[in-house]
């Protein structure tokens, strides 16, 4: 079964620094999208991706924020600069249109 | 008012019971409804949508009620497999919604 590959699977940084957390959606889907779950809280929407653009990103994706898609493959979460707040699981997810969406296993990030 | 509320639990119950919840939710154009199933720290996992006249798949049950904004999910013979957390989801223009989650556990 085709799935959504994440890495790395763990991220450690300091405060302060830049970090890209890496996803290879699904190779036929259109869209992509990061989701993020502060541990013991809900899943939240940061940002939904098609054809090479934002098409809707939450109040949580703020400048500090951006998303890539580098290649034709790769679909990239990069936070310029951390905070400790920003620690959390982050789930890249793609689908083919409004239904069938498939999660990756996501990237927890720590930030100390 | 929360997009999508759901009674956190625990449920607890024994193997072979049934179990049901409900969840709520604000925007009554929403017109996609699924139910995930979350493991410890793992990634949602899509069990189930839920359509208007009621849909099974084996021993889950979804229902919607578009009048009164809710929708349910009833597990039968409940297995030890079946503990997790379940997440009633909601999409809008191509964004998920998600409830906070039922926690399940199934006893031997």
């Known amino acids: 079964e085709p799935e959504v590959t994440q890495t790395p699977s763990h991220q450690v940084t300091q405060m302060g620094q830049e970090v890209i957390l890496r996803c290879v959606p699904i190779s036929n889907h259109l869209y992509f999208y990061w989701y993020r779950q502060i541990l013991g809280q809900k899943v939240e929407f940061l940002v939904s991706f098609y054809n090479n653009e934002i098409s809707e990103k939450s109040e949580i994706f703020d400048d500090q924020f951006s998303v890539e898609r580098p290649d034709g493959s790769n679909f990239t979460l990069k936070i310029r600069s951390t905070k400790l707040e920003d620690s959390a699981m982050y789930f890249c997810a793609s689908s083919e249109g409004s239904t069938g969406y498939t999660f990756g296993s996501g990237t927890r990030l720590t930030v100390v | ?108």
Do not use: H
Request: glycine share 6%; aromatic share 12%; charged share 25%.
């Open chain 2, 1 to 108: 008012r929360k997009e999508v509320e759901q009674d956190p639990g625990p449920f607890n119950v024994p193997e072979g019971a049934t179990v049901a919840f409900n969840c709520t939710y604000s925007n009554s154009a929403s017109q996609s409804f699924f139910w995930y199933r979350q493991d410890c720290r793992k990634e949602p996992k899509l069990l189930m949508s839920v359509y208007s006249s009621g849909n099974e798949d084996g021993r889950f049950t979804a229902q919607l009620n578009r009048a009164s904004q809710y929708i349910s999910l009833l597990i039968r013979d409940s297995k030890l497999s079946d503990s997790a957390t379940y997440l009633c989801v909601k999409e809008d223009d191509y964004k998920l919604s998600f409830g906070a989650g039922t926690t399940v556990t199934v006893r031997a």
